[in-house]
């Protein structure tokens, strides 16, 4: 399985950026995709997923501004980013597995990408 993470970069704030997210090696809409970020100094933590049949959750920090979708025919996951801040600053990686019970935890994910920067910085 592998995962390939990409469309980081610098933005300034009110910005926008969309990360892809690409699979190979799984019959990729039997599964669930997170997103997680981990900033300098700080824990991972999750942002959004979205599931085999396109149920989707963020957290409350980027709700409203982050909108998750798959193309199951590219094997990709997007994640938009929109009216983007300062603390929306990260290494952004993505992660799949199936059968996730709790999206949400970034232990129910046995696949991970390499993560992509994204810097919001005027």
């Known amino acids: 399985v592998q995962l390939q993470a990409s469309g980081g970069g610098l933005v300034q704030p009110g910005g926008s950026l969309t990360l892809s997210c690409k699979a190979s090696?799984?019959?990729?809409?039997?599964?669930?995709i997170g997103w997680f970020r981990q900033a300098p100094g700080k824990e991972r933590e999750w942002v959004s997923y979205?599931?085999?049949?396109?149920?989707?959750d963020y957290t409350e920090s980027v709700k409203g501004r982050f909108t998750i979708s798959r193309s199951n025919a590219e094997n990709t996951v997007y994640l938009r980013m929109n009216s983007l801040k300062h603390e929306d600053t990260a290494v952004y990686y993505c992660?799949?597995?199936?059968?996730?019970?709790?999206?949400?935890?970034?232990?129910?994910?046995?696949?991970w990408g390499q993560g992509t920067q994204v810097t919001v910085s005027s």
């Open positions: 090696g799984i019959t990729f809409n039997y599964y669930t």
């Open positions: 992660a799949t597995d199936i059968d996730v019970l709790r999206p949400s935890e970034s232990f129910e994910y046995d696949y």
């Open positions: 979205i599931t085999s049949t396109s149920y989707t």
